[in-house]
C-alpha cells in the first residue's frame, strides 16, 4: 500500500515555541490530507482537514491560529503547533486517502512533548 | 452527539486462543467500518473493512462481523499470538463522508 511518512517521529520543546509536523505522502499524491490528535490511552480525534491550494477545514472546537495548517504541495502538509504548552503535548497523526473511496493511510505519527 | 464506543477497554488472552473485541456505535447513517490495529507509538493499521450492506467479512485470521439491527461491530482474531498485542480502534465512516470517526479502542494482551 501507499506510504505516509511524519517528521520528526518525537520532539521535545519548551512551553512558549512553535513546533512544526510534517506529512509526507511518498509514492502518491494528496490533495487532502487529515491531521488527528491523540492522547494518552485515548482515541485519535480529528483536528482538521488540510487542502491543497486552499485554507485547511478545522474540527469544532480547534483553534485554527493555535494550529496553523499549510498544504504547500501533492505531498506534503505541515501542523505548526503555535506557542505550544504542556497541554499540547500529544501525539500527533496524519493521514491520506488513496484512490478507493474509503481508503486512508496513517503516518506512524508525531509524539509532542512540550516542557 | 453520536459516536462510536467500545465495551471493553482491556482484553487479556492467552496465546492460540480466539479473540473477540466488540465495539457499538450509534449513528445508523454509518455505511463503512473499518478496524484498525495500532501498536506503542505507532500509527494505525488497517486490518478489515465492512461495508453496510454486509454482515460478515473475513481475512487472514479476522473477522467482521455487523448487525446492523443492535448497532454492533465486532472483530475476531482467531489462534491470537503475542504480535497481536495492540490497540483496536473501530471506525466508522458516516454516510457521504470518507472520513473514518474513531471508536475509544480496546487493549488486546497477548500472553504466551
Known amino acids: 500500500g501507499a506510504v505516509v511518512s511524519q517528521h520528526p517521529s518525537w520532539v521535545i520543546c519548551k512551553s512558549g515555541t512553535s513546533v512544526k509536523i510534517e506529512c509526507r505522502s511518498l509514492?502518491?499524491?494528496?490533495?487532502?490530507m487529515f491531521w488527528y490528535r491523540q492522547f494518552p490511552k485515548q482515541s485519535l480525534m480529528l483536528m482538521a482537514t488540510s487542502n491543497e491550494g486552499s485554507k485547511a477545514t478545522y474540527e469544532q472546537g480547534v483553534e485554527k491560529d493555535k494550529f496553523l495548517i499549510n498544504h504547500a504541495s501533492l505531498t506534503l502538509s505541515t501542523l505548526t503547533v503555535t506557542s505550544a504548552h504542556p497541554e499540547d503535548s500529544s501525539f500527533y497523526i496524519c493521514?491520506?486517502?488513496?484512490?478507493?473511496?474509503?481508503?486512508?493511510?496513517f503516518g506512524p505519527g508525531t509524539r509532542l512533548t512540550v516542557l | 452527539g453520536e459516536s462510536v464506543g467500545l465495551h471493553l477497554p482491556t482484553l487479556s488472552v492467552q496465546e492460540g486462543d480466539n479473540s473477540i473485541i466488540n465495539c457499538a456505535y450509534s449513528n445508523s447513517a454509518s455505511d463503512y467500518f473499518i478496524w484498525y490495529k495500532q501498536e506503542s507509538g505507532k500509527g494505525p493499521q488497517f486490518i478489515i473493512d465492512i461495508r453496510s450492506n454486509m454482515d460478515k467479512r473475513q481475512g487472514q485470521r479476522v473477522t467482521v462481523l455487523l448487525n446492523k439491527t443492535v448497532k454492533h461491530l465486532s472483530l475476531q482474531i482467531a489462534a491470537t499470538q503475542p504480535g497481536d498485542s495492540a490497540v483496536y480502534f473501530c471506525?466508522?465512516?458516516?454516510?457521504?463522508?470518507?472520513?473514518?470517526?474513531f471508536g475509544r479502542g480496546t487493549s488486546l494482551i497477548v500472553h504466551p
Open positions: 493521514s491520506a486517502p488513496g484512490d478507493y473511496y474509503n481508503e486512508q493511510f
Open positions: 509514492d502518491f499524491q494528496a490533495t487532502t
Open positions: 471506525a466508522e465512516n458516516r454516510g457521504g463522508s470518507y472520513i473514518p470517526t
